[in-house]
């Protein structure tokens, strides 16, 4: 009888170890598995777990997560679920030219439940300065800062106060990082 192999999947979960809220790892992983996950990793300690899931439902696993880190955190932990193929298409997209990168304070990724749609999208873009520079694709935002993070005006809470979504953050260095250590399967 042939073996399933289920996906690697890697979730990415806003507001662990920020803001007053420090959770280890080994209790998320113990909180995944907890939820019948396989093979599950944590990938430094900002709330990125790699496992494995026969669900193919994303938006419900999702959901699932966040109900029990709710439940077993007493916060609001959204969560954001990507294949390993993903992350790596993530990693190599080239969202601003090489040269821009190079100069930049910081290179980072929005991570979203769904695609902006235009009025989105034009909300975004009303926070590009001479510092920050903004770009979408698919579930994904790329936010190019020309200072450091700390020095911009631009924030997620922002972010998130002016289009009513969801998102979470990582450095490009973290997504490449990932993409490198769970190549896709």
Not at 63 to 75: C, D, F, H, P, Q
Not at 154 to 182: H, M, Q
Request: with cysteine; glycine share 6%.
């Amino acid at each position: 009888m042939p073996r399933l192999i289920a996906p690697r999947l890697i979730a990415f979960l806003r507001a662990i170890n920020v803001g007053g809220h420090t959770v280890t790892m080994a209790q998320l992983r113990q909180e995944f598995e907890a939820l019948g996950l396989k093979d599950v990793e944590t990938f430094i300690a900002s709330g990125n777990v790699i496992f494995s899931a026969r669900q193919a439902d994303s938006a419900a696993l999702e959901k699932k997560i966040e109900t029990r880190l709710r439940a077993s955190l007493g916060y609001e932990v959204a969560t954001f679920i990507r294949t390993d193929a993903e992350v790596a298409a993530v990693a190599e997209y080239k969202a601003f030219k090489a040269a821009k990168i190079k100069d930049a304070g910081a290179f980072c990724v929005g991570f979203l439940e769904k695609p902006l749609d235009a009025a989105a999208t034009l909300t975004l873009m009303a926070f590009k300065t001479d510092e920050d520079d903004f770009h979408t694709a698919g579930r994904e935002v790329y936010w190019l800062c020309a200072v450091g993070q700390s020095d911009s005006t631009f924030t997620n809470a922002r972010f998130e106060k002016a289009l009513k979504i969801r998102c979470t953050f990582r450095g490009i260095n973290t997504i490449r990082r990932l993409a490198d250590k769970y190549p896709a399967t």
